[in-house]
């Protein structure tokens, strides 16, 4: 990018508090990407509510926000195919970005597509219920489409790359590998963690959870090991459950009654950042228990506050966490039991866990993100195809 070049980023899929994963990561490479890269201007397309969580005041930005696309999904990918692409050259863009799995079926600029995971896809394999299949055809039509358009695609881990090659074998050859990073949180004080946690009813020493919680978070299995350890072992801790159930609620709340545990699991809803900070800084353990996973941020976070970790060796779970986390079978409850009994009563371990997850966090950067990023966008902008 030897020339002052305009880059769109198309964040229109992001929902704060519903896309959680990956709001997160789209927040996080803007804020970086535009700090790092100042020569150049950035156009951000958001939907509403994200534009009113986007506190980033910098003259070479311009945030777009477009309220037709946050009405529906069906409105929002509208406005992607049919408007985004004349609005990138209505703004003179040279290159745009989607980070939301796929882009604009026609892009008539150069494009690159962040592509986070393939969960529709085994949502579908997984569930009896018609609208995961629905959404899987109708992601698998935009995917296939986007992906041939598009001049590169990034992924967040290996695991990722493999699966989305494996369903479309083009996207090999276009394939980047770019990890995310650690997010940005303000650590509380310790009156605001305690606050926090009066305020929510939350009482010390918990297990802890984060994120949302759709089938392939795997929270039901988790009640049901709790519940193994609160009666069978006779752990004094409670289960706090970070995040908002959505249409999984009912069967959540069926299996906490179903072991006899309601009154040691929390369900907080959806919260602000200062209070996840707050309950990762208070918690006993993280335990992370997807069947699938196409990065993980959660893991990283705990790992940062100092929390030892447990999780899933399932998905991109593994190749995120490293030596730092104890693993276990995400199908096996029992194997579950067994990996957090295990931590919760080995103190050498815990503190070797501690240790060792502080060191991987270092591995992660948002920093490092933008600059990759970066890389791709200037070897994109090089080539001497059409756009």
């Known amino acids: 990018m030897s020339k002052k070049t305009r880059i769109g980023i198309d964040c229109l899929y992001a929902v704060p508090g519903k896309t959680f994963g990956t709001w997160m990561f789209a927040k996080n490479l803007v804020e970086e990407i535009t700090s790092l890269d100042t020569r150049n201007e950035y156009f951000v397309f958001l939907n509403p509510l994200a534009a009113s969580d986007f506190y980033l005041e910098r003259p070479n930005v311009h945030f777009v926000t477009s309220h037709l696309a946050g009405w529906t999904v069906s409105t929002r990918l509208g406005y992607q195919n049919l408007i985004l692409p004349f609005l990138t050259r209505f703004y003179g863009l040279d290159l745009l970005h989607s980070l939301g799995n796929h882009g604009p079926l026609l892009p008539l600029v150069r494009s690159v597509v962040t592509v986070h995971d393939l969960l529709p896809f085994f949502d579908h394999q997984h569930s009896p219920k018609h609208s995961p299949r629905l959404r899987a055809v109708g992601l698998n039509f935009l995917m296939q489409r986007s992906l041939r358009r598009a001049d590169r695609i990034a992924v967040d881990s290996e695991f990722t790359r493999d699966v989305l090659v494996a369903r479309f074998a083009f996207t090999g050859e276009k394939i980047c590998v770019i990890q995310g990073g650690l997010p940005r949180r303000r650590t509380p004080t310790h009156t605001e963690s305690e606050s926090t946690l009066a305020r929510y009813g939350i009482l010390k020493p918990y297990l802890l959870t984060v994120g949302l919680f759709p089938p392939h978070k795997n929270i039901e299995n988790l009640i ?118 295990e931590v919760l009563q080995t103190p050498s371990l815990r503190l070797r866990l501690v240790e060792r997850g502080m060191k991987r966090v270092e591995q992660f950067s948002f920093r490092r993100t933008a600059e990759e990023t970066l890389k791709l966008y200037r070897e994109v902008l090089s080539e001497k195809k059409p756009a």
């Open 224 to 341: 049901h090991a709790f519940a193994r350890l609160k009666y069978g072992a006779g752990i004094p801790h409670q289960l706090v459950l970070v995040g908002e159930p959505g249409a999984n609620r009912v069967s959540l709340h069926a299996a906490v009654a179903q072991v006899a545990v309601k009154d040691f699991v929390v369900f907080t809803g959806f919260v602000s950042d200062v209070e996840v900070a707050a309950f990762y800084s208070a918690a006993d353990l993280f335990v992370m228990p997807s069947l699938m996973e196409g990065f993980g941020f959660p893991v990283l976070e705990a790992m940062a506050s100092g929390v030892p970790v447990v999780c899933a060796n399932a998905g991109s779970l593994p190749e995120v966490a490293g030596d730092a986390a104890v693993l276990f079978d995400p199908t096996d409850v029992q194997d579950m039991v067994r990996a957090i009994r």
